[in-house]
């Protein structure tokens, strides 16, 4: 049984940090998608998506972070996305995303 997808939503001097954990898939992406408006919602500086504690994302789940870099291009609010697991970012590696999207390797530097 896949494991629920849950999302904590931080705002941090203007910074919004999403963490979901569990996975991204066809049921999830709804929720996750419904987080990531809220992020955008609140006009910050940036939106950072940390995957670190997301174990399988599907193609819905992409979908939705490509919606998200849609957003944040309308809105100029950067998207930054850290802490890519192998499985993860060998997804993103597969649709060609990791040269579309603002990749780093931890919360850290995303917070550059």
């Given at each position: 049984?896949?494991?629920?997808?849950n999302v904590t939503l931080t705002d941090d001097n203007g910074v919004v940090?999403?963490?979901?954990?569990?996975e991204v898939g066809f049921q999830e992406?709804?929720?996750?998608?419904?987080?990531?408006?809220?992020?955008?919602?609140?006009k910050p500086k940036r939106v950072i998506v940390d995957l670190s504690s997301v174990?399988?994302?599907s193609t819905p789940g992409l979908a939705?972070?490509?919606?998200?870099?849609?957003?944040?291009?309308?809105?100029?609010?950067?998207?930054v996305l850290c802490g890519?697991?192998?499985?993860?970012?060998a997804i993103f590696e597969i649709a060609r995303l990791q040269t579309v999207f603002s990749i780093v390797g931890d919360l850290t530097?995303?917070?550059?």
């Amino acid at each position: 049984m896949a494991e629920m997808l849950n999302v904590t939503l931080t705002d941090d001097n203007g910074v919004v940090v999403l963490t979901p954990k569990g996975e991204v898939g066809f049921q999830e992406a709804p929720s996750f998608k419904t987080h990531i408006r809220t992020a955008f919602d609140k006009k910050p500086k940036r939106v950072i998506v940390d995957l670190s504690s997301v174990s399988y994302m599907s193609t819905p789940g992409l979908a939705t972070l490509v919606e998200a870099l849609q957003i944040s291009k309308r809105s100029s609010t950067p998207l930054v996305l850290c802490g890519l697991t192998e499985r993860v970012r060998a997804i993103f590696e597969i649709a060609r995303l990791q040269t579309v999207f603002s990749i780093v390797g931890d919360l850290t530097a995303a917070r550059g």
